[in-house]
């Protein structure tokens, strides 16, 4: 879709936006800053990450007054970046409650349970003991090991991990290529961004977002928003 129509769809949900740059550029994803492709929406918070605003392929920036700047790339300019990125990521990536398919290239354990509303995208690997609920999008090359327990309505983007035990709440969104160590639990509605590994036993509140490219390493409470290699705590996540 064009940048357009996610400002528009942003305005809607109450949050206004200074556009600097095209606006029919399109968009197809969010993405971290140095990952993120060029029709893809990344997000910047801190000044020590300008240098990857630099040399982004990113069609678009969310990112507020304080940081912008006479940037090439198209930038969106709001409050709360944190917050406008994750309602952009619900909106690009809407849940489904259809009738699910299966990849005949997915293989999945006889002893997995994967409701019957789910899709399971190519070359995905579903190992024994997994329970997959209702509505939970698994796209191509994820692993869900032994034991793992997933939500309804979650959105499990291309090439994500989750090590074994892990619990997985309800409406939750893991971008692309984020790795779950064995024990880790999230709470309802949080949010992972991509290429971001997780510790072993770490738990993840409701509603609170860890952003791309981090690397967490420690609980994050509930409403909280994390970033950062290692990720600390930046504040609170306003989405819910």
Same mark, same amino acid.
């Given at each position: 879709m064009q940048l357009k129509q996610l400002i528009h769809h942003l305005n809607k949900s109450g949050i206004s936006v200074e556009l600097r740059g095209d606006d029919s550029v399109e968009i197809s994803q969010v993405s971290g800053l140095d990952i993120a492709k060029n029709n893809e929406i990344t997000f910047l918070t801190d000044k020590k990450y300008l240098p990857h605003l630099e040399k982004t392929s990113a069609a678009a920036v969310l990112l507020s007054p304080k940081m912008a700047g006479d940037y090439s790339i198209t930038q969106l300019i709001v409050d709360n970046p944190y917050y406008a990125y994750a309602v952009v990521a619900q909106y690009l990536n809407p849940f489904s409650n259809s009738e699910g398919t299966i990849h005949k290239s997915a293989v999945i354990a006889d002893s997995a349970i994967v409701n019957s509303s789910c899709t399971i995208a190519e070359n995905a690997v579903i190992q024994e003991r997994v329970e997959i609920n209702q509505g939970t999008? %698994?796209? *191509?090359? %994820?692993? $869900? &090991?032994?034991?793992?327990?997933?939500? &309804? #309505?979650?959105?499990?983007?291309?090439? %994500?991990?989750?090590?074994? +035990?892990?619990?997985?709440? #309800? /409406?939750?969104? $893991? =971008? #692309? =290529? =984020?790795? $779950?160590?064995? /024990?880790? &639990?999230?709470? +309802?509605? =949080? %949010?992972?961004?991509?290429?971001? *590994?997780? /510790?072993?036993?770490? /738990?993840?509140?409701d509603y609170a977002m860890v952003a791309g490219a981090s690397a967490l390493a420690q609980d994050v409470p509930p409403f909280c928003m994390a970033e950062g290699n290692r990720a600390t705590l930046r504040g609170l996540n306003l989405t819910g």
């Open positions: 999008i %698994v796209s *191509p090359g %994820v692993i $869900l &090991e032994s034991g793992v327990k997933v939500g &309804e #309505n979650c959105r499990i983007g291309s090439n %994500v991990t989750i090590c074994h +035990d892990c619990i997985i709440g #309800n /409406h939750c969104i $893991l =971008a #692309n =290529a =984020a790795t $779950l160590a064995g /024990h880790v &639990e999230m709470g +309802d509605y =949080a %949010v992972i961004g991509g290429m971001t *590994p997780i /510790h072993q036993f770490v /738990h993840i509140g």
